[in-house]
């Protein structure tokens, strides 16, 4: 049982808007910045947003963060099959001392 | 170019121990937080342990008192003892570290495989 729930799967069509959701509590996304992360089959995770709703160099417009009270949202646009991935929530917990992950999201392109 | 080349993983019995590494390169270790995430078979991304610059360290409530995360600025390296494993440790572990202070892990090593089966 993950600290933050996430949907287990989510899908969207070529070009279409999809928004993955984390929910969390005020010891943790209610208090604290959101970081996302994608992941393909047997590779390492790639951070795409960190403090919430910024996007480090390199990751596409199309992705975006947003943070309200004690939750936060990936949204993607124009999704292109290449975004076809798992993709991860993180942030601290203060209650925990610990930082804690959502249990991720399957992202389908059909 | 910054690495992190993870190595000690393996097959090990329940109630065994493991010592892992991360050795870097490629930017100022000791001047950075740096942590192990692991990835359970087909499962999600759990952080596991992190130590700080100053040499404080702090766990998930998972491994407490079972791991002892360390780190050896003159070498460059992180190390994960792990004792009294059991099954649900059975992982790959990560180590991974934010680059700059906005940043949670964006710099993660490819990984080692730890299987705890008799």
């Known amino acids: 049982q993950s600290v933050l729930t996430q949907p287990p799967s989510a899908s969207g069509t070529p070009g279409q808007r999809v928004t993955i959701s984390c929910s969390g509590s005020r010891s943790n996304i209610g208090s604290e910045y959101v970081y996302w992360y994608q992941q393909f089959p047997g590779t390492a995770p790639k951070m795409i947003i960190y403090?919430?709703?910024q996007r480090p160099l390199g990751v596409p417009d199309r992705f975006s963060g947003s943070k309200s009270g004690t939750s936060a949202s990936l949204a993607i646009s124009g999704l292109r099959s290449e975004d076809e991935a798992d993709y991860y929530c993180?942030?601290?917990?203060?209650?925990?001392?610990?930082?804690?992950f959502g249990g991720g999201t399957k992202l389908t392109v059909l | 170019e910054v690495q992190l080349v993870e190595s000690g993983g393996g097959l090990v019995q329940p109630g065994g121990s493991l010592r892992l590494s991360c050795v870097t390169s490629?930017?100022?270790?000791?001047?950075?937080?740096i942590h192990w995430v692991r990835q359970a078979p087909g499962k999600g991304l759990e952080w596991v342990s992190g130590?700080?610059?100053?040499?404080?360290?702090y766990y998930a409530a998972s491994v407490q008192g079972r791991f002892t995360i360390s780190r050896e600025n003159a070498k460059n390296t992180l190390y994960l003892q792990m004792s009294s494993l059991r099954v649900g440790d059975t992982a790959v572990y990560y180590c991974?570290?934010?680059?700059?202070?906005?940043?949670?892990?964006?710099?993660w090593g490819l990984g080692t495989m730890v299987t705890v089966s008799s």
């Open positions: 403090r919430s709703d």
């Open positions: 490629g930017f100022t270790f000791s001047n950075f937080d």
């Open positions: 991974s570290y934010g680059s700059t202070t906005s940043f949670a892990f964006d710099i």
């Open positions: 130590i700080g610059s100053a040499g404080d360290a």
């Open positions: 993180t942030t601290w917990d203060a209650s925990l001392g610990a930082w804690v």
